[in-house]
């Protein structure tokens, strides 16, 4: 996630000083903990919290917990990350539904917060969970509100209460208070009420979000803000707690390159929990805010629950065990790896997935230059294939790839690239399938682990390639140079679950979605 990006290589590389020391003196605790506080502080997080959090961690550094520690440098992280998961909010918040419908949540926050994108994502995440949603036009100040929510209603799927034209005209708290009793007659089950804001915190701007907060007496009022604004945040914040008040916070911009301070600062400053966080521009990056999933995040340990949570929702389960039985049997085509490929773009940004895996910090600079439309050009060379191709790509000859790449817009390299990967790939899962453990050009041997095949001889090395293709010959040469770096399982030096890394409840979780027992 960019925007603890900074923070994240701060912290990481405050810890790798701690790695290989047996035991920490006090000098060595007050070094890191200074080190911590200077991270925390130019990430625009407010002071009041950087004191009472660097204070709660050197207490805990010097207690019992790590000087009869095993691993000291592991338990001082572990009080890192669980110091972080208390300053954002502790235990995961949850709407609370009305017993009564419609369930009345209310947005408030400044002008560019992103309220209305976000009353659209907010609509759609409620209805893919069975709810029914009305957006409620209530922001009649803002040129083009009125518009912009109902556009985004419709790309939501969700119906928009819209009386009033906006431009300055309509009374919004007649708009507001018309739009429940509109939802209560038509059964809608939620009401999202998108309200006014300004440029900064006005009188004006508090009495009318006030008027419409005593108008509709919401179940929830949702404290939309900008994660990139630092510590403008603090004050923004509190000048709302007074003014309105507020249940819960919404961060947006979550995928923005700023510090962050607010997402740190916010929680703790108002005492109101961090509901859910808006992480890119599509309706469906928005996501429910589980602290101790976001402390894992910014301290590079990953957040393998969210991934498979994410994998669940987009993959069909039937389709995927079938795909199981072929990569156990080897009989995996490049149909079903295009199956597969559009099943995980519906999980969304492909960065944003990969930043959930233990030690991303090491592959940073490649997420950076990673190119999303990559898949929509290989999903275009298999989809320009005929079927026979698609399961047999032997067949695939010199003018085959070319009409291919004719068909595709792309060039008959590429072409080649893709089929000589995907061949690669096919004699892996055919050692895999007789029992065996493939070697990875790039990653080393395995220690430990048998070669080639299931009977644990060990394969002489084979020279280079001698095709008389040259683009063939330069990837079988290169081999599979894009593995994932063997660093991703060992944030910070640490074992898996000490690591943040799968733990045996999410290994088992994961299993049990890829129909595996």
Same mark, same amino acid.
Request: hydrophobic share 40%; proline share 4%.
């Given at each position: ?154 790309? $939501?799927? +969700?119906?928009?209460? &819209?009386?009033?034209? =906006? ?5 919004? /708290?007649?708009?507001?208070? #018309? @739009? ?52 403008? $945040?603090? +004050?923004?914040?509190? &000048?709302?707690?007074? =003014? ?5 916070? /919404?961060?947006?911009?979550? #995928? @923005? ?261």
């Amino acid at each position: 996630m960019a925007t603890f990006g900074n923070l994240t290589d701060r912290l990481v590389d405050t810890f790798k000083n701690l790695r290989g020391k047996g035991k920490l003196s006090a000098a060595d605790v007050d070094s890191t903990v200074r080190e911590i506080r200077r991270a925390l502080l130019d990430a625009d997080v407010a002071l009041e919290v950087v004191k009472d959090f660097t204070a709660r961690v050197r207490e805990r550094a010097l207690g019992d917990e790590v000087s009869k520690a095993l691993n000291p440098a592991q338990q001082v992280v572990q009080i890192v990350n669980d110091e972080l998961t208390q300053i954002l909010g502790g235990q995961a918040r949850r709407i609370e539904f009305s017993k009564k419908p419609p369930t009345v949540i209310m947005l408030a926050g400044l002008q560019g917060a992103g309220k209305t994108t976000l009353a659209g994502k907010l609509a759609k995440w409620l209805a893919k969970d069975g709810h029914t949603p009305l957006l409620v036009a209530a922001d009649l100040q803002r040129p083009n509100a009125v518009t912009q929510l109902q556009v985004v209603g419709e790309q $939501a799927g +969700a119906a928009v209460y &819209a009386p009033e034209p =906006g431009n300055g005209v309509g009374n919004p /708290v007649k708009v507001a208070k #018309d @739009g429940v009793k509109f939802a209560r007659d038509k059964q809608y089950d939620v009401v999202i009420v998108d309200t006014a804001g300004r440029l900064g915190v006005d009188a004006e701007m508090m009495k009318q979000a006030s008027d419409i907060r005593r108008a509709i007496d919401p179940d929830e009022v949702f404290f939309v803000i900008d994660a990139m604004i630092g510590q403008d $945040a603090v +004050a923004t914040a509190k &000048a709302f707690q007074a =003014g309105v008040d507020f249940t819960a916070v /919404v961060l947006s911009k979550l #995928d @923005g390159d700023a510090r962050g301070g607010a997402a740190l600062s916010v929680a703790s400053v108002t005492g109101r929990p961090i509901i859910f966080a808006s992480t890119g521009e599509s309706l469906d990056d928005f996501e429910p805010f589980y602290p101790d999933r976001m402390a894992s995040r910014i301290l590079d340990l990953g957040d393998i629950l969210s991934l498979i949570e994410q994998a669940q929702g987009a993959f069909d389960e039937e389709e995927t065990r079938k795909v199981a039985e072929k990569l156990a049997t080897a009989t995996f085509t490049l149909e079903d790896f295009l199956s597969q490929m559009q099943q995980l773009k519906n999980m969304g940004s492909i960065k944003n997935m990969l930043g959930m895996l233990p030690g991303a910090k090491g592959m940073r600079e490649q997420l950076e230059n990673f190119d999303e439309s990559e898949i929509t050009r290989t999903e275009a060379i298999i989809q320009s294939m005929t079927l026979q191709e698609r399961r047999q790509p032997k067949v695939l000859n010199g003018s085959r790839r070319v009409r291919i790449a004719r068909g595709s817009g792309t060039s008959v390299t590429e072409v080649n690239a893709l089929v000589n990967r995907f061949e690669q790939a096919a004699k892996m899962m055919k050692t895999v399938a007789r029992g065996g453990m493939p070697q990875i050009p790039g990653m080393g041997p395995i220690p430990g682990a048998p070669f080639g095949g299931g009977r644990g001889k060990v394969q002489p090395k084979k020279k280079g390639s001698r095709s008389g293709n040259p683009a063939k010959r330069a990837a079988e040469n290169a081999g599979i140079a894009e593995a994932v770096p063997a660093a991703l399982g060992a944030g910070f030096g640490l074992g898996a679950s000490a690591a943040g890394g799968p733990s045996e409840e999410e290994l088992s979780s994961l299993g049990k979605f890829f129909g595996r027992n």
